[in-house]
């Protein structure tokens, strides 16, 4: 019998198509779906915060963020050094509010609540080793629960209540110190036998001292730490010049940040993303400038130009979330008579 031609070529086309379907099934493979790619993280930024500064003798307070500023304090009492504490919330700092001597203070940064923490009777002649560029501070714990002071050349520490006093170095003659964030240390200056100041540190554990820096023709001023412990913030100055150094915690690597001979008072800001400092004017105009720049010094802005010295930075927060406390409650923290020399400019 004769084949129907039309039914052969639909044959054929039907054997076709099945080879080209077994091709496909053998050689080609599907079709991958790429998954999306994570959404990018964000870069931290840290918020500006504050700075309290000493201007005229009291202390202020600048938003960095607004620019407004707040006095702290006022009235007939000095006040030097201010120290804030780690959270933003208070700020310890030295005055004279209750007569000649000078006692430690501390103060929440929206005015509130101004506390006596030392209460020492004694008054020491002044002396010219204290002043804006040693910038003798108190300084807090990383945790925020102890405070670190110098008083007439030894090292005590006390709760950021002012109780629980105690004698951390004695007969060294040091000023400055400060925790390192790990809290198992404490870096000072101190003269000693030498001809200047060094910077020195304390192994909490043991005691045990080591000297950190040997400069003989400069002296070492206004100490502090780096968040992450990296590095030692300082002042090194002599005769009409000063400028800003870090150093890494052995006080190896000398770095030196500015480079205009009248730089003084150094810390860290926003978590070590920034630097503050001070400047003196030349010539007749020798006025206090407070900068904030990089922390290799570079991008400066000048914050103030009106006379302003020893700058502290706190971090962001509600600055009225502040437990109160009552200052009839307090008791004498320390019975020693103060050593605190008068500061320049007193």
Same mark, same amino acid.
């Given at each position: 019998?004769?084949?129907?031609?039309?039914?052969?070529?639909?044959?054929?086309?039907?054997?076709?198509?099945?080879?080209? #379907?077994?091709?496909?099934?053998?050689?080609?493979?599907?079709?991958?779906?790429?998954?999306?790619?994570?959404?990018?993280?964000?870069?931290?930024?840290?918020?500006?915060?504050?700075?309290?500064?000493?201007?005229?003798? =009291?202390?202020?307070?600048?938003?960095?963020?607004?620019?407004?500023?707040?006095?702290?304090?006022?009235?007939?009492?000095?006040?030097?050094?201010?120290?804030?504490?780690?959270?933003?919330?208070?700020?310890?700092?030295?005055?004279?509010?209750?007569?000649?001597?000078?006692?430690?203070?501390?103060?929440?940064?929206?005015?509130?609540?101004?506390?006596?923490?030392?209460?020492?009777?004694?008054?020491?002649?002044?002396?010219?080793?204290?002043n804006l560029l040693v910038n003798n501070s108190p300084a807090w714990s990383t945790d925020g629960k102890r405070i670190i002071y110098s008083l007439e050349g030894d090292i005590w520490a006390m709760d950021s209540d002012g109780f629980n006093p105690e004698t951390l170095l004695s007969e060294h003659k040091a000023l400055c110190p400060c925790y390192s964030p790990d809290g198992k240390s404490v870096v000072f200056i101190s003269m000693g036998d030498d001809t200047a100041f060094n910077l020195w540190s304390l192994n909490l554990s043991d005691r045990a001292l080591k000297?950190?820096?040997?400069?003989?023709?400069?002296?070492?001023?206004?100490?502090?730490?780096? #968040?992450?412990?990296?590095?030692?913030?300082?002042?090194?100055?002599?005769?009409?010049?000063?400028?800003?150094?870090?150093?890494?915690?052995?006080?190896?690597?000398?770095?030196?940040?500015?480079?205009?001979?009248?730089?003084?008072?150094?810390?860290?800001?926003?978590?070590? =993303?920034?630097?503050?400092?001070?400047?003196?004017?030349?010539?007749?105009?020798?006025?206090?400038?407070?900068?904030? #720049?990089?922390?290799?010094?570079?991008?400066?802005?000048?914050?103030?130009?009106?006379?302003?010295?020893?700058?502290?930075? #706190?971090?962001?927060?509600?600055?009225?979330?502040?437990?109160?406390? !009552?200052?009839?409650?307090?008791?004498?923290?320390? !019975?020693?008579?103060?050593?605190?020399?008068?500061?320049?400019?007193?």
């Amino acid at each position: 019998m004769k084949q129907n031609p039309l039914l052969r070529r639909l044959a054929v086309c039907a054997l076709a198509l099945c080879l080209l #379907a077994s091709l496909g099934t053998l050689g080609c493979k599907p079709k991958k779906v790429e998954a999306p790619l994570p959404p990018p993280t964000p870069t931290a930024v840290v918020p500006p915060g504050s700075v309290v500064y000493v201007q005229r003798g =009291h202390l202020v307070r600048l938003d960095l963020d607004s620019s407004q500023t707040t006095p702290l304090t006022s009235g007939k009492s000095t006040e030097w050094f201010p120290a804030c504490s780690p959270k933003g919330d208070q700020v310890a700092y030295w005055s004279n509010a209750e007569g000649e001597v000078y006692n430690l203070w501390k103060i929440n940064l929206d005015g509130s609540n101004r506390v006596q923490l030392t209460f020492d009777e004694g008054n020491t002649a002044g002396s010219g080793d204290q002043n804006l560029l040693v910038n003798n501070s108190p300084a807090w714990s990383t945790d925020g629960k102890r405070i670190i002071y110098s008083l007439e050349g030894d090292i005590w520490a006390m709760d950021s209540d002012g109780f629980n006093p105690e004698t951390l170095l004695s007969e060294h003659k040091a000023l400055c110190p400060c925790y390192s964030p790990d809290g198992k240390s404490v870096v000072f200056i101190s003269m000693g036998d030498d001809t200047a100041f060094n910077l020195w540190s304390l192994n909490l554990s043991d005691r045990a001292l080591k000297k950190l820096t040997n400069y003989t023709d400069w002296n070492v001023g206004s100490p502090s730490f780096s #968040a992450d412990g990296r590095k030692i913030l300082f002042n090194l100055y002599r005769q009409n010049e000063t400028q800003i150094y870090t150093v890494g915690p052995d006080g190896t690597g000398p770095l030196n940040i500015t480079s205009n001979s009248r730089s003084l008072c150094p810390r860290f800001a926003q978590n070590d =993303h920034k630097l503050l400092y001070c400047t003196y004017g030349t010539g007749e105009d020798v006025g206090l400038s407070l900068n904030l #720049a990089n922390v290799n010094g570079t991008d400066l802005k000048v914050l103030s130009s009106d006379n302003v010295a020893s700058p502290s930075w #706190a971090p962001a927060r509600i600055l009225s979330d502040v437990p109160a406390q !009552s200052a009839t409650m307090m008791t004498p923290a320390v !019975s020693k008579p103060s050593g605190l020399p008068t500061p320049v400019g007193k």
